[in-house]
């Protein structure tokens, strides 16, 4: 009888570990769930929202910057642009490892073929700037890991912009003539 018992306990702890490990390998497969639906949801993703502050904040600060450059700095033609000198900015904080950002063309004719949309989330950016949208985002995954891909438009705000680009004269103030299209991790 004591045979019959102690196997009997033997079977009743296999069964209730192998329970306990289903239970474990559930929770992993929910909890997995859970980070892909999350991951999936950029509105509900904390971690989406703080890249997205963060493209805010970064361009806030190039769009001023290149505000501040042409309105104090370019008086003259020969001047270097504001636009070479955000773009040597944009190239330093690649280089660092900190994000990518590049000015686009909306226009159709760049005055480099760099600034043209190189893939497909520029050129759908770019079409969704001309329409009249201003901030357009997409989480895609590059180098396994995941990046917020934003395109912000850039309208022309001030009368010396034509100055470098003489075609810009005739367009309706705030009119998007382009659009800076970031690539930043999501950390």
Same mark, same amino acid.
């Given at each position: 009888?004591?045979?019959?018992?102690?196997?009997?306990?033997?079977?009743?702890?296999?069964?209730?570990?192998?329970?306990?490990?289903?239970? $474990? $390998?559930?929770?992993?497969?929910?909890?997995? $769930?859970?980070? =892909?639906? &999350?991951?999936?949801?950029?509105? &509900? =993703?904390?971690?989406?929202?703080?890249?997205?502050?963060?493209?805010?904040?970064? =361009?806030?600060?190039?769009?001023?910057?290149?505000?501040?450059?042409?309105?104090?700095?370019?008086?003259?033609?020969?001047?270097?642009?504001?636009?070479?000198?955000? *773009?040597?900015?944009?190239?330093?904080? *690649?280089?660092?490892?900190?994000?990518?950002?590049?000015?686009?063309?909306?226009?159709?004719?760049?005055?480099?073929?760099?600034?043209?949309?190189?893939?497909?989330?520029?050129? *759908?950016?770019?079409?969704?700037? $001309?329409?009249? !949208? %201003?901030?357009?985002? !997409?989480?895609?995954?590059? =180098?396994?890991?995941?990046? +917020?891909?934003?395109?912000?438009?850039?309208?022309?705000?001030?009368?010396?912009? %034509?100055?470098?680009?003489?075609?810009?004269?005739?367009?309706?103030?705030?009119?998007?003539?382009?659009? +800076? &299209?970031?690539?930043?991790?999501?950390?």
């Amino acid at each position: 009888m004591t045979n019959h018992f102690s196997h009997s306990l033997s079977t009743s702890r296999r069964r209730l570990q192998v329970q306990i490990r289903i239970g $474990l $390998l559930l929770s992993c497969v929910l909890w997995t $769930l859970a980070s =892909d639906l &999350s991951a999936a949801d950029p509105e &509900s =993703d904390a971690a989406v929202k703080r890249t997205r502050k963060q493209v805010k904040m970064l =361009d806030d600060l190039y769009k001023t910057a290149v505000v501040l450059i042409t309105q104090h700095y370019v008086t003259e033609d020969s001047d270097l642009p504001a636009g070479t000198a955000a *773009k040597a900015l944009f190239a330093a904080m *690649k280089q660092k490892g900190w994000h990518e950002v590049r000015l686009v063309d909306a226009t159709g004719d760049p005055l480099n073929d760099e600034n043209s949309p190189k893939d497909s989330f520029e050129k *759908k950016s770019i079409a969704k700037l $001309l329409a009249g !949208e %201003t901030w357009i985002e !997409e989480v895609v995954k590059k =180098d396994k890991k995941r990046h +917020l891909r934003v395109t912000t438009a850039v309208p022309v705000v001030l009368e010396k912009c %034509t100055m470098c680009h003489e075609n810009y004269k005739n367009l309706p103030k705030g009119k998007a003539i382009g659009g +800076l &299209s970031y690539t930043v991790p999501i950390e």
